[in-house]
């Protein structure tokens, strides 16, 4: 049993090379879409959390634990099948796309952002309310710069699970890069060009922004505190 | 529509007896296999011998960094396009990818564990006799694993929530069976029940799901706030 295997990433590139780029461009959409609608959701209920706002704070300690502790595979299953099941919560497969992973990273920049709010010396706070700041004030000008410092390297661990998770969008068929590349292989029978490519794209994006936070980290350490 | 309809308890029962057995078993499969294989890399890593370090490095970024779904397919679709006999059922398939994934996790973990332990531990074992193997097996390991607990806990709820991959190429886990069950609900009588189950049965999975890990998530908070306070 002697299979001819042929490998030829340049002819496979060059021929499928236009859709694949459009599968990468819906796959930076979407993580481009749910890294902002993460930022704004764990700013907000993170700082819920963090100055233990009532009511706001449980409901958020409930919304980060659910989605913590489930899988996301399921998560998205859920909005796109479960309430697919009836007319008024039934959504568009793009819609389902952004949604799910920006709901994921909203849940965990929560606890990003609390942890980096917390980490915010008291006197500080202190402060800018003994300036006559508002505690809105306090929080746009205080609080928000310092602790959005320290909590940007763990949040970009989370901006780089987002574009992963991306990936799951498979199952729901958005023509992303993985599912692009996936339907390309099953035509064309070039599976291993198909991988070579989905694993080299991934793995640049994944590293380069890794190598971003190591260079954040020490840009942004805190004067005083490296 | 919120009444307990008459397919409730020949699905629930589905969903454990072919659903969570099936997740459970991967899971300890994949947990064992990630330990033994993160470990020993991760204790080699501390070894200063620079073409071992940048393999293993290689090695942990590369299954860190790739969606485990691509992973996945490269493990499933790609090793027998390489090499024929390299063929898995969904379940090896499935349980190979998450080894990767979760030694990769477990071997950077292990570095800064051991990494951890202060030099005098590594002479005074030297100094008694003990060689290399003997060191790290008895003395520095051992101290090694209070730290490593958290992330061992991690890592098994990260394995846990990640065995719905397998469903995706055939494989027997929870969603999968949630979804054959959604098929069976929804099929027209005899074969089916005639009625819509995607919003409870997907509801449902998430709260197994939950149960589990949230007891995990919990413990691991415990034990790291342990290791911080000692």
């Known amino acids: ?226 | 529509m919120f009444d307990r309809p008459e397919w409730a308890d020949p699905v629930a029962h589905y969903l454990i007896e072919h659903g969570l057995t099936g997740t459970l078993r991967i899971a300890v499969i994949a947990l064992l296999a990630s330990s033994a294989i993160g470990i020993t890399l991760g204790t080699l890593m501390t070894i200063r011998f620079a073409p071992s370090r940048a393999l293993i490095r290689l090695y942990v970024e590369v299954w860190r960094g790739l969606p485990i779904i691509v992973t996945l397919f490269i493990v499933y679709f790609g090793f027998p396009a390489i090499y024929r006999p390299l063929e898995f059922d969904p379940f090896t398939a499935g349980t190979i990818t998450l080894t990767l994934w979760g030694s990769a996790q477990i071997a950077e973990a292990t570095r800064g564990a051991v990494q951890s332990i202060p030099r005098g531990q590594h002479e005074a074992a030297a100094a008694l006799g003990f060689g290399w193997v003997g060191r790290h097996v008895s003395v520095i390991l051992p101290q090694a694993t209070r730290r490593l607990l958290p992330p061992l806990v991690s890592l098994l709820i990260g394995i846990i929530l990640n065995t719905t991959l397998i469903g995706i190429i055939g494989g027997a886990e929870l969603l999968e069976a949630a979804t054959r069950m959604v098929e069976v609900v929804n099929a027209t009588p005899p074969a089916g029940f005639g009625d819509r189950g995607e919003f409870r049965i997907y509801a449902g999975v998430m709260l197994i799901f939950f149960l589990i890990c949230f007891p995990l998530t919990r413990l691991s908070a415990w034990l790291e706030r342990r290791l911080v306070r000692t």
């Open chain 1, 1 to 226: 049993m002697t299979i001819a295997v042929t490998y030829d990433l340049g002819a496979f590139l060059s021929e499928n090379w236009e859709e694949l780029l459009r599968g990468l461009g819906r796959t930076l959409k979407v993580s481009a879409i749910a890294i902002v609608g993460s930022v704004v959701i764990g700013v907000v209920l993170g700082a819920a959390r963090a100055h233990r706002i009532p009511v706001v704070r449980q409901l958020a300690a409930v919304y980060v634990e659910v989605i913590r502790n489930t899988p996301i595979l399921v998560q998205i299953f859920f909005l796109y099948f479960g309430l697919g099941q009836f007319e008024a919560t039934r959504m568009e497969v793009f819609t389902v796309a952004w949604l799910s992973v920006m709901l994921w990273g909203g849940a965990f920049n929560t606890e990003n952002f609390r942890a980096g709010f917390e980490a915010v010396p008291r006197n500080l706070r202190e402060a800018g309310l003994a300036l006559g700041f508002s505690r809105l004030a306090t929080f746009l000008n205080v609080t928000l710069p310092i602790g959005g410092r320290i909590a940007l390297p763990s949040s970009i661990n989370t901006y780089i699970a987002v574009l992963k998770n991306t990936a799951l969008l498979y199952v729901i068929s958005y023509p992303e890069l993985t599912t692009t590349a996936f339907q390309i292989q099953a035509l064309t029978l070039e599976t291993l060009e198909a991988w070579t490519v989905l694993g080299v794209v991934y793995l640049t994006l994944v590293w380069t922004l890794s190598a971003l936070i190591r260079g954040l980290e020490s840009h942004l350490a805190l004067p005083g505190e490296a």
